[in-house]
């Protein structure tokens, strides 16, 4: 019902695996757009205008913006990325919230100046009794046919970046590798999907839950019909109240059909020399980040395996306590982006990827989430994820290239990566 009020505007999905939060959002009470040169500050400074003069009535936290900023400052806009802004965050018209058994259904109203605010509360609490007359019920059901195997729609996959011309780009990653100036730089390569019409994004985005429901789900659908949808495993950032929660996610291994095979894959990956090297750059430069800014990680750090439906990753959770009370944007701006995503030194390996890399990468790899008017929220990296337009889908996987990374290896974790999008847009109805 609330859907069928806004059937053409915005729409978002969000799914926090770890804090069991679901947010939807129906249409736009209000849009905020980043300068590209300085986005995260921006969209801060946007914000807090915005809910400087909030009038907020009832239980929670209140409205949440949702939304995402793009990989680099330097945005270059393509046939991609055309409708996407190099920041661009949504506040709902109608907030649907499900955080584990309490259900939530906030309505935000812009109210211009002069207008009486009790007036909008008072239109927003007609809204709610006319939905409850009427039997709203905001939750979409996940199809159980999604959770199966599926057989494809028709469509035409491209790879515009071939198989010689990715080694090409690794091989001159290594050559700077070796010259010592840098450790590790993250390379990503781009698949186009071409469909007969268009894929149903909604229905993509529930066959994601069954097999990654440990991942951060989401869509983003703006008004234009183009959609950015994922299920990252990486978190970048979880603020609430005085603790920061991170994590360090790099080095990958195949999923495997039989159980002493996978418990194989996983035990050369814990020991493997190469994987460990790759992850270790990784932390020491988030907890470098975290020292810089003043927080202090908990001592307890322990890597294990993160093991997702079709690959494992060598896993560190860091938790940090912030000396000093910051916004959410203002630690994404700092922690972003990781050496996970971007490499080692930052600055370095981000002239590297914009030397090799001719795709721009717009939102992919960038962080994605909610924050409320508290300048609390969580921001995974917008890994694993897609660019929907029409009947045309864009992917992005990429690959962390150190010392003793083997071009023709990294090509096919590059396939591992593209299989969640791949398989979920072109499941069959």
């Known amino acids: ?28 009470a209000a849009v905020l ?13 946007q914000a807090e205008l915005l809910f400087g003069d909030a009038v907020c009535r009832g239980p929670g936290r209140g409205p949440c913006l949702a939304g995402g900023f793009s990989f680099s400052s330097g945005y270059l806009s ?16 109608f907030q649907h919230e499900l955080v584990e058994d309490r259900e939530r259904l906030t309505i935000n109203v812009l109210v211009d100046a002069g207008v009486d605010t009790q007036e909008a509360v008072t239109h927003c609490c007609e809204i709610l009794r006319d939905l409850e007359r ?52 993250a390379l990503a390569r781009m698949r186009e999907l071409n469909f007969t019409q268009p894929p149903d994004t909604n229905r993509a985005l529930a066959c994601l839950a069954p097999h990654y429901s440990a991942c951060y789900r989401f869509l983003f659908h703006q ?11 990486e978190l970048l950032c979880a603020l609430d109240g005085g603790r920061l ?37 990784v932390v020491d430069n988030l907890l470098a980040r975290l020292h ?29 306590t912030p000396r000093a009370a910051r916004h959410v944007l203002e630690w994404l701006e700092h922690l972003h982006p990781t050496a996970a995503l971007g490499g080692d030194p930052t600055e370095q390996a981000m002239f590297l990827i914009d030397e090799l890399e001719s795709q721009p990468r717009g939102w992919y790899a960038a962080p994605f989430g909610v924050f409320d008017r508290f300048g609390h929220g969580t921001f995974c990296v917008g890994i694993r994820s897609a660019v929907i337009h029409k009947a045309r889908a864009w992917l ?34």
């Open 1 to 28: 019902m609330v859907r069928a009020l806004v059937p053409d505007a915005w729409q978002i999905q969000w799914f926090d695996p770890v804090a069991r939060h679901a947010l939807k959002g129906w249409g736009a």
């Open 33 to 45: 757009r980043g300068d590209p040169a300085d986005r995260f500050a921006d969209i801060q400074r």
């Open 78 to 93: 393509d046939k991609v990325w055309q409708s996407f802004a190099p920041g661009c965050f949504v506040l709902p018209h």
């Open 134 to 185: 009427d039997g709203a019920n905001p939750r979409q059901v996940t199809p159980s046919r999604c959770a199966g195997v599926s057989t494809s729609t028709l469509h035409t996959v491209e790879n515009p970046v071939t198989k010689l011309e990715w080694n090409c780009m690794v091989g001159k990653a290594l050559d700077r590798i070796r010259g010592g100036q840098i450790s590790k730089v």
């Open 223 to 233: 008004e234009d019909g183009s959609v950015f949808l994922g299920a990252s495993p």
């Open 245 to 281: 929660h991170t994590m360090a996610l790099a080095g990958t291994a195949p999923r495997h059909q039989t159980t002493e095979a996978d418990g194989n894959a996983r035990r050369e990956l814990l020991s493997s020399n190469k994987n460990q090297h790759e992850h270790r750059i």
């Open 292 to 320: 810089e800014f003043t927080a202090i990680p908990d001592q307890d750090l322990h890597t294990g395996i993160l093991s997702l439906h079709n690959v494992h990753h060598l896993h560190t959770p860091v938790s940090a």
């Open 396 to 429: 992005f996987a990429g690959a962390g290239i150190v010392a003793g990374s083997r071009p023709e290896l990294e090509w096919d974790e590059t396939e591992w990566k593209f299989q969640p999008m791949h398989q979920a847009l072109t499941a069959q109805s």
